[in-house]
């Protein structure tokens, strides 16, 4: 479990960092390692949509940066959305490496819970499909290329429906809304069914 850092040296997660991170997850040792498979499954679950068969690794380096950034002093007050920003950090990375996204607007509807990604994929391209053409367009724009690309992207929409960049984005999150409720419908369906 070793991680690059910013200079090149390579940074080791020790037994007494690995301690220090389940303290920081919770008082109680067994409630820890319940919070930390839990968050690990989620973090599985996130990457899986992206980068199948390196997801169990870039879980592994999220944790590793957490727990880093816990043993150098910093003090984290809630470590599952910290842990998701580290995430999405480490997602950012690897699609500047050249591996980009799977199915980009995955993105959107990365839910709490492990689900299979084959049947999330399967569920929100269906999902996707019964949009209007206009609603799949705004959000493929909306969610298309990376940094700032995607801000212009996004400034230049705005402009075309003559629209402020808030209400462009109040509108896709609705658009996010529909999409992850419609993910949820199906995926207890199918639970259902089987």
Request: aromatic residues 8%.
């Amino acid at each position: 479990m070793k991680e690059r850092t910013r200079r090149g040296a390579k940074w080791d997660l020790s037994r007494s960092s690995f301690d220090s991170l389940l303290r920081a997850l919770a008082p109680d040792r067994e409630e820890a390692a319940a919070q930390y498979e839990s968050l690990r499954q989620r973090l599985v679950y996130f990457f899986e949509l992206r980068w199948p068969s390196s997801a169990e690794d870039l879980a592994d380096e999220a944790f590793n940066r957490l727990a880093k950034r816990l043993s150098e002093g910093e003090v984290i007050h809630q470590i599952p959305p910290y842990l998701m920003g580290i995430a999405r950090l480490l997602a950012r990375e690897k699609g500047k490496e050249g591996q980009p996204n799977q199915i980009p607007a995955l993105e959107m509807i990365a839910s709490h819970e492990p689900r299979k990604p084959d049947a999330i994929q399967r569920h929100f391209q269906a999902c996707f499909d019964e949009l209007a053409f206009r609603d799949r367009k705004l959000v493929e724009v909306y969610y298309g290329g990376e940094g700032a690309e995607r801000k212009r992207n996004r400034e230049a929409l705005a402009a075309e429906l003559g629209v402020s960049l808030n209400a462009l984005r109040n509108r896709v999150f609705r658009l996010r809304a529909t999409l992850e409720r419609c993910v949820r419908s199906r995926s207890a369906r199918e639970a259902r069914d089987v």
